[in-house]
């Protein structure tokens, strides 16, 4: 009896807990959008950003957030998820793992403008890359590289050794295992840690400030030839993402609209980062189902 | 030192080398593709935020002239505008401040090109309502001796400072022109223009400062003995908080950052941008100031 | 490809191949790390070695006076406001924000399964991608009016920090726990509810101790995260350089700190030095806390 009753008030406590989470981030949420979303027009989503003068748009910053989330993530996956393997796979539990998964569990302390300053002496300076994307992305990589490899460790340890025995002991190898059936058991975690990782590049500023820099010169979108100094596609060129944007009208804009461009970009952003959360959602579930054949 | 940061480079190479599968090498051609035009080549600006906006605005007229000539305008403060110049990592090093008041910024190698003036006023919320202050008040205020606005002759009202933090150029300038260089006591202290403005406009009672170029009307300015933190005040040299926007070379500046600078200096920037973002042309000054602070006439 | 060929000699290549580019993967991740610890270590210890500052100094001195000339006693360069704000607001956030995410990832793993799944943890983590500066802002214009109005001081405090971050932080916790509790075999859980438990003590007892590696991660890369983050937090805490005596006095943290002066300082400066000794002592702290928090989590969990 006492049980049933202990049950019954654990499930309100869940029930409202949630609720009230939820409320909290509808209201976050709403505030964003509600505030934002009635400057949003095509104009402003196309449209260059202005320095001094009213009615800049955020065309080139749109374009510039998605290419280093591009550039960023195809680093900072592949590397993870195979450290995060070899991490949990085949290194063995000495003090020495314990000792790197302790210093990356630790990196993700790091004040993203440390990591920012970092990336200015090695990447900007001692490399003579300058302010670019490749700066910034590599800046990225390292701010995100531990994240990632705790989340693919994670995942992988949570896939019950019965899959794993059962498939070593149907004549697979440990590679053949870890790739047809670790991998997909945990790729639902994979997922998450990969959409968690995208919203740290798509909500960074201070790492990026001293990387991929916050000036947008010109660009051409009729020049595709990747090393171009005015095509879009070059990684050398300096390049302001959305969330940069947002931070550096905020803090000393002197543009006459600024609350308009600030609060249209940040609710562009939030729209951006759901629909991006929804497509990769909607694909892992898809390629999931595909894997495991279920 | 030298053995740790080549450890660095060599590890951070390597997963760029990975990663780009060496297409590294076509940046740095770039540059020198075709010297043949009349002006061309890759220059940075780094340094103060103050400047930037005005920077940003110039550099995209200046590459509309000069269309094989790149300017890169970046923030980052001027702490770091100044160690990129000193260090050769940029061409030019923006400043609010001049280079010798920086500890550890070997100044004699470094040439000042006084861009502009920027103005600075103390600010307050708009509901004290107060339009003047003695100097020895504001100092008082500012160093914690006076607590409510009651003893200025205003409401009864708590006092809450907000300053700049302390490597702020802002608050150096206000420091020692404003405040005769007293100690200011502890208050909040935040970080960017845009949010002083924001917390003095929301906040009951609340004091700071801002460079002119960002009153718009949601806070309050007040004038200093009498005199109020406008234009003609300062060219003429009766409201003395103001400093000069520096930009810094290392030596003599040349190609592209030379035509850059004068450009700065042309009327076009001067008279257009310049006014426009509430600074005050250099060439306007009817006074120069120098590193210690003694002012004479042009 | 792999399916036609069975050869002996293909799968040893094959092992061969995933062994040397998982090691090759984790090798750059390895110098990434060693090659970014050692640098702010470099840096961070350059304040005690060439400026000579003591490091009980720096460690237990209120004092911080970067900029005071000489003859006036300065520069003095002790952080323990800094530490003390860092520490009271990480500490607090993570427990408002762990409990809440246990609850909410309990919540879409075990209770509401369908649609947490597929509609509330992409709302969290959407959480995750709004930049901090937003959340600052949000926190500066509806925050630090209502604590200001409503409970008293300036508004600006450790509460509003705290709030802010918990936040913040709450996305990385859930989802790492909601993730290792749906990897767990449905078994478990079946077994204890076919031994007559409810479904309260079949999550009590049961699925979140065999969840426990996932708690403890995501815990620790909450609080990881919560002493890193600086934007959003320096926003709403007022940055004063004074101890605070309650939880509505504003506060000022390590990172905040740094975020505000560094790129202002120049480089090789006692001052800049300072700074980059806080980002190497915020390693420092955050690696004593996940540690004991591991060991206090692990212990707790044997017990069971």
């Known amino acids: 009896m006492n049980s049933r009753r202990i049950d019954r008030i654990a499930t309100v406590i869940f029930w409202s807990g949630a609720l009230a989470v939820i409320f909290f981030l509808g209201a976050i949420i709403g505030y964003i959008l509600y505030h934002g979303g009635k400057y949003i027009d095509w104009g402003f989503l196309t449209k260059p950003s202005q320095a001094i003068s009213a009615g800049g748009g955020i065309g080139p910053q749109i374009f510039n957030t998605f290419y280093l989330l591009l550039l960023s993530m195809s680093i900072t996956i592949p590397i993870g998820l195979l450290a995060g393997v070899y991490l949990s796979e085949y290194a063995g539990t000495n003090k020495l793992t314990e000792a790197i998964r302790l210093s990356i569990e630790t990196l993700n302390s790091l004040p993203s403008i440390v990591v920012g300053l970092f990336g200015l002496l090695v990447f900007v300076n001692m490399t003579g890359w300058g302010y670019s994307l490749i700066s910034g992305a590599l800046a990225l990589t390292v701010l995100n590289l531990p994240f990632m490899i705790r989340i693919t460790e994670v995942s992988i340890r949570g896939v019950p050794d019965g899959l794993r025995e059962g498939s070593l002991a149907l004549g697979a190898n440990h590679w053949q295992t870890i790739c047809r059936v670790v991998l997909p058991a945990a790729f639902p975690g994979l997922i998450s840690g990969v959409v968690i990782t995208c919203g740290r590049v798509f909500e960074e500023a201070a790492a990026l400030l001293f990387t991929a820099g916050m000036a947008s010169p010109a660009m051409n979108f009729n020049q595709w030839n990747i090393f171009s100094g005015s095509s879009p596609l070059n990684p050398f060129r300096p390049a302001e993402t959305l969330a940069v944007h947002i931070w550096k009208i905020n803090a000393e804009g002197l543009i006459p609209d600024l609350r308009r461009v600030a609060d249209g970009s940040a609710a562009v952003l939030i729209l951006f980062v759901l629909g991006f959360n929804l497509t990769a959602r909607w694909l892992g579930r898809r390629i999931h189902r595909k894997m495991t054949a279920t | ?298 | 490809m792999k399916n036609n060929v069975a050869t002996g000699a293909f799968r040893l290549n094959s092992e061969l191949l995933g062994r040397l580019l998982t090691m090759g993967a984790a090798v750059i991740a390895i110098i990434s790390v060693v090659s970014i610890v050692s640098f702010i270590t470099v840096k961070g210890m350059s304040t005690f070695i060439i400026n000579g500052v003591s490091v009980k100094e720096f460690l237990f001195s209120t004092q911080w006076w970067p900029d005071r000339p000489p003859e006036n006693g300065g520069p003095q360069v002790g952080v323990l406001v800094f530490i003390f704000g860092s520490i009271t607001i990480a500490a607090l956030a993570v427990l408002l924000s762990a409990p809440l995410s246990i609850i909410c990832a309990v919540f879409m793993a075990e209770i509401a399964p369908s649609w947490g799944q597929r509609f509330l943890q992409p709302s969290i983590e959407l959480l995750a991608g709004i930049p901090s500066v937003v959340y600052g802002y949000i926190g500066l214009s509806l925050l630090v009016p209502f604590i200001r109005d409503n409970i008293g001081g300036m508004g600006f405090s450790i509460l509003a920090g705290f709030l802010v971050l918990s936040i913040m932080i709450l996305p990385t916790i859930v989802s790492v726990l909601t993730d290792s509790l749906r990897s767990l075999p449905r078994e478990y859980k079946e077994a204890a509810l076919a031994l007559g438990s409810t479904r309260w003590q079949s999550i009590c007892h049961v699925l979140i101790p065999a969840a426990r590696n996932g708690l403890i991660t995501g815990i620790v890369l909450g609080l990881a995260r919560a002493f890193g983050e600086a934007l959003a937090v320096q926003m709403v805490i007022g940055n004063m350089r004074k101890m605070p005596t309650s939880i509505i006095d504003p506060v000022i943290t390590l990172t905040g700190a740094i975020t505000m002066d560094m790129g202002n300082t120049p480089m090789g400066s006692l001052w800049n030095n300072a700074l980059w000794s806080m980002g190497l002592f915020t390693l420092m702290m955050s690696c004593f806390f996940i540690l004991v928090l591991r060991f206090v989590v692990r212990k707790g969990g044997v017990a069971r």
């Not at chain 2, 890759?42 to 094989?68: D, H, R, W, Y």
């Not at chain 2, 000539?69 to 970046?74: D, L, P, R, T, Y």
């Not at chain 2, 202290?189 to 949601?218: C, F, M, N, Q, W």
């Not at chain 2, 009498?226 to 500046?253: C, D, F, M, Q, R």
């Open chain 2, 1 to 298: 030192m030298k053995k740790a940061k080549f450890m660095v480079v060599a590890a951070l190479c390597l997963s760029t080398v990975i990663a780009l599968a060496g297409c590294g090498g076509q940046a740095a051609q770039q540059g020198t593709d075709n010297k043949a035009q009349q002006l061309s080549g890759n220059i940075t600006a780094v340094g103060s935020t103050a400047l930037q906006p005005l920077m940003e605005q110039a550099a995209t007229q200046f590459m509309a002239k000069n269309p094989n000539a790149k300017v890169v305008v970046q923030g980052g403060g001027s702490g770091t505008g100044l160690t990129q110049v000193a260090q050769g990592a940029a061409d030019i090093g923006n400043s609010d401040i001049y280079a010798e008041e920086k500890e550890g910024i070997d100044a004699s190698q470094l040439t000042d090109h006084q861009i502009c003036v920027v103005g600075m006023a103390a600010v307050v919320n708009p509901a004290i309502t107060i339009d003047n202050l003695t100097k020895q008040q504001l100092v008082d205020i500012f160093t914690g001796k006076i607590t409510n606005w009651n003893s200025v002759g205003g409401p009864d009202q708590k006092i809450v400072l907000v300053n700049r933090p302390k490597a702020s150029g802002t608050r150096a300038v206000f420091k020692k022109f404003a405040l005769g260089g007293a100690e200011e006591a502890t208050g909040i202290e935040e970080d960017s223009s845009g949010t002083v403005r924001k917390i003095i406009h929301d906040t009951p009672g609340a004091i700071g400062y801002l460079a002119l170029s960002y009153l718009d009307g949601s806070v309050k300015a007040v004038s200093l003995d009498g005199v109020a933190p406008n234009k003609e005040n300062i060219t003429t040299g009766k409201y003395l908080v103001w400093g000069y926007e520096h930009s810094y070379t290392k030596g003599k500046p040349s190609g592209v950052a030379e035509a850059f600078l004068n450009f700065m200096m042309t009327d076009e920037v001067q008279k257009n941008i310049v006014p426009q973002l509430g600074y005050i042309p250099g060439t306007e000054m009817k006074i120069v100031r120098s590193v210690d602070g003694s002012v004479k006439n042009k």
